[in-house]
C-alpha cells in the first residue's frame, strides 16, 4: 500500500524565530482529504558530553511548555552561527555547560516528535572535554545549573521520574549500551 500523502493545500498559520507552523490540505491514499497541522523547525543537536572521569553533563533549566525544571543533556537549534550539525554542537558546549571538546562522535539521528513536527536533531557523544578560554554568551533568558551525575546515578533519576526528557533518556539509555 501507498502511505504516502499529497500537499494540494498550504498556509503559513505562524512564522517564528524558533518555529513556523503550516497548516496543510492533504490527499490522502483512499482520495480524500484532511488537514495536517505542522511545526517546521531547523534541526538540532543534543549532547552526551562525558567528563574525564565518565560523569553526564547534565542541565537544569525551567521550560515553560511544560511547566517544570527540567534534567536535560546539553542541546540546542542549529541557527545562522552553524556550518554544520557538528558546530552546533561545539557552539552549545560552550555557550551551555563552557566546555570544548577533543572529541565529537554523531551517535545516530532522530525526530523528536514526528506526529506535529519536522524537528530532527542529532545525537552526539562528546568527550576528552577542557574547559573554553573563551565562553560564547548564553542564550537571553537561559538560566542553567550544571550537574554531572554516574551512570547508575542517571539511571536512577530516570526510574524515579526525576528525568522525562526523551533525547536525555535516550543519551543515558545508549551510554548503558557503551558500556557493555
Not at 36 to 43: A, K, L
Request: aromatic fraction near 8%; proline fraction near 4%; hydrophobic fraction near 40%.
Amino acid at each position: 500500500m501507498d502511505f504516502e500523502e499529497h500537499v494540494i493545500g498550504s498556509e503559513t498559520i505562524y512564522d517564528g524565530a524558533i518555529i513556523n507552523v503550516e497548516k496543510q490540505t492533504v490527499r490522502l491514499p483512499d482520495g480524500q482529504t484532511s488537514f495536517r497541522e505542522i511545526v517546521h523547525h531547523s534541526g538540532a543537536v543534543g549532547v552526551l558530553a562525558l567528563t574525564r572521569d565518565n560523569k553526564i553533563i547534565l542541565e537544569k533549566q525551567w521550560r515553560a511548555p511544560a511547566k517544570a525544571t527540567t534534567i536535560e543533556i546539553p542541546a540546542g537549534k542549529l541557527d545562522s552561527r552553524d556550518s554544520n550539525f557538528e558546530h552546533a554542537v561545539i557552539r552549545e558546549l560552550n555557550e551551555e555547560i563552557r566546555y570544548q571538546p577533543a572529541h565529537v562522535e554523531e551517535l545516530f539521528g532522530f525526530y523528536s516528535s514526528v506526529g506535529f513536527s519536522d524537528e530532527y536533531m542529532k545525537l552526539y557523544l562528546a568527550t576528552d572535554l577542557e574547559p573554553v578560554t573563551s565562553e560564547l554568551p548564553r542564550d537571553k533568558g537561559e538560566f542553567l545549573q550544571i550537574i554531572e551525575k554516574t551512570l547508575p546515578q542517571a539511571v536512577a533519576m530516570i526510574a524515579s521520574g526525576e528525568i522525562k526528557d526523551a533525547k536525555t533518556i535516550m543519551a543515558i539509555q545508549h551510554w548503558q549500551l557503551m558500556q557493555k
